[in-house]
RNA sequence: GGAGAGAUGGCCGAGUAGGUCGAAGGCGCUCGCCUGCUAAGCGAGUAUACUGGGAAACCGGUAUCGAGGGUUCGAAUCCCUCUCUCUCCGCCA
């Protein structure tokens, strides 16, 4: 959520730098919005107040039939405050509704662009492997080594869900337990198990509601949704809170599985394990003071990059250009892995800096000291890493000509020393 | 699922025959004094949001005692609904 006073006052700017993400906005109703709600609140502030002092002269009196006048006038003036109320009320929840509906405004550092085309990239690390045969999408690998049950999956649940089976289970506990470790042996990150399913004001915190509802799983009866990143529970850990500038900044990292619909994602990645409706994901989110999100930012890609080079998979990252950046975020990376499969980098970590966006929504503010007001810190998060697409990697990049898959190094204490799966 | 109890400021905790309660008291914290030694004492201050004015410091208004609604001139206090917490029973991993 932007700064409705900053709206206010650099309406034009504001406009100018969203129509950068491609999509078209107006504020121009905003304005007129922003001014009715003032003038209505001003109206029903004065007869508050009015009708505040004139009830605190009746408690003064003993003898109420002298102020049976008053009384009478009162009751209309509450009469007209609960109609500017009513009238009010609609206009705000009209403007808080526009307001959770306008995107983040793109860092000044974060890429002109109109589509993923003008993403940068930044950096490649590792090297292409090179294969004396024709290497294998992971599917026929994972199959063949009876390690993934696609059909069993679309048995079970439907399209888009998959049986993990013997070693190809214990390859994602492994990788999960291991990029855990990672984060926070080496990284410092606490580790945090949260609630799988949330409520609608999480959803609204982060920014997946009220505009991509249609991309949530919802439980039927309750109003919870089935989270679709950790980001949503371990950001919301501190909605409503005001912290100490001192426990800044935060570093969290969890496990949690992942439900996306993938609405409008029809007929792409039908195959494999690129792109389900539940799959595993280790994140990490920070806390920090403003002055410190870009920097914290390089540190997140960092951490999320290791996992990568531990396991030794060639990857590179992109800068997203701001027409390819998400809803709240104000810039973001990517980390793309080498899928040999696919001859193609394919996303396995997306890091981003929201800035203040989910900390506005969520209200979740410091205090720089005792006496200081509370400021809105900024958040971040990253995946470290998307554990089904690693996973996806790991037996492409490391598929031998016999079908079978070496283990990395990194892995093998995970994997009780397997050394090779097959 | 059944029965009961409760939700007050950073924390603890008063306040229910409606008014002088943004809310006693204590703790914590901040500043100052004193003392002088890693403590105690004394004094003052110590919520948030929105909003009007002001360059600002700041001043004014409104709201907030789990959430929402109702009664009333006026509600932390009365009524209704919901949420959450705790205790007991049942059930269950």
């Known amino acids: 959520m932007l700064d409705i006073k900053f709206l206010r006052d650099n309406l034009e700017e504001t406009e100018r730098r969203l129509k950068t993400r491609g999509e078209a906005v107006t504020l121009g109703a905003f304005r007129d919005l922003d001014l009715q709600r003032r003038d209505l609140l001003q109206k029903s502030e004065n007869l508050k107040a009015l009708r505040n002092r ?29 109609a500017l109320d009513d009238r009010l009320g609609e206009a705000e929840a009209e403007l808080s509704q526009f307001l959770l ?16 085309a003008d993403n940068v990239e930044v950096r490649k690390w590792g090297n292409i492997p090179a294969f004396a045969f024709t290497p294998k999408p992971h599917w026929e690998l994972g199959e063949q080594l009876g390690i993934l049950d696609f059909e069993c999956g679309a048995k079970l649940t439907g399209a888009r869900f998959t049986l993990y089976r013997g070693q190809g289970a214990r390859l994602e506990r492994a990788l999960i337990n291991f990029m855990l470790d990672l984060h926070t042996e080496r990284h410092n990150y606490v580790e945090i198990l949260p609630p799988f399913m949330v409520n609608r004001d999480s959803m ?4 997946q509601l ?4 249609d991309d949530l799983f919802r439980l039927d009866g309750v109003d919870y949704f089935l989270i679709p990143t950790a980001e949503v529970p371990v950001t919301n850990i501190h909605r409503g809170e005001i912290l100490k500038s001192t426990d800044l900044p935060l570093r969290y990292t969890a496990y949690t599985p992942c439900f996306r619909k993938e609405a409008g994602s029809y007929g792409k990645d039908t195959r494999g394990l690129i792109r389900q409706h539940q799959f595993n994901k280790v994140e990490l989110v920070k806390f920090v003071q403003p002055d410190e999100s870009y920097a914290e930012l390089e540190t997140l890609l960092a951490d999320a990059e290791k996992v990568l080079q531990l396991l ?6 992109v800068d997203l250009c701001t027409a ?16 040999p499969g696919q001859n ?13 966006f989910q900390a506005r929504r969520a209200s979740i503010r410091y205090r720089e000291d005792d006496k200081a007001k509370p400021e809105f810190v900024h958040t971040l998060n990253g995946s470290g890493l998307a554990v089904g697409r690693t996973l996806v990697a790991i037996l492409e990049n490391y598929q031998q000509a016999d079908g079978t898959v070496t283990v990395p190094e990194a892995l093998r204490p995970y994997m009780a020393g397997t050394e090779t799966i097959g």
Do not use: H
């Open 54 to 82: 004139v009830s605190d002269e009746i408690s003064r009196v003993k003898d109420k039939s002298q102020v049976q006048d008053q009384i009478a006038e009162m009751r209309d003036v509450s009469q007209q405050i609960k």
């Open 101 to 116: 509906t306008v995107p983040n405004i793109p860092s000044a550092s974060t890429p002109v662009g109109s589509s993923e």
């Open 210 to 213: 009220p505009k991509f509802e």
């Open 312 to 317: 030794e998979l060639p990857y590179r990252v």
């Open 344 to 356: 193609a980098y394919r996303e396995i970590s997306s890091c981003s800096n929201f800035e203040d």
């Open 324 to 339: 390819d950046i998400g809803f709240s975020a104000a810039k973001t990376y990517d980390i793309e892995v080498w899928l």
């Open 204 to 207: 609204t915190g982060t920014g």
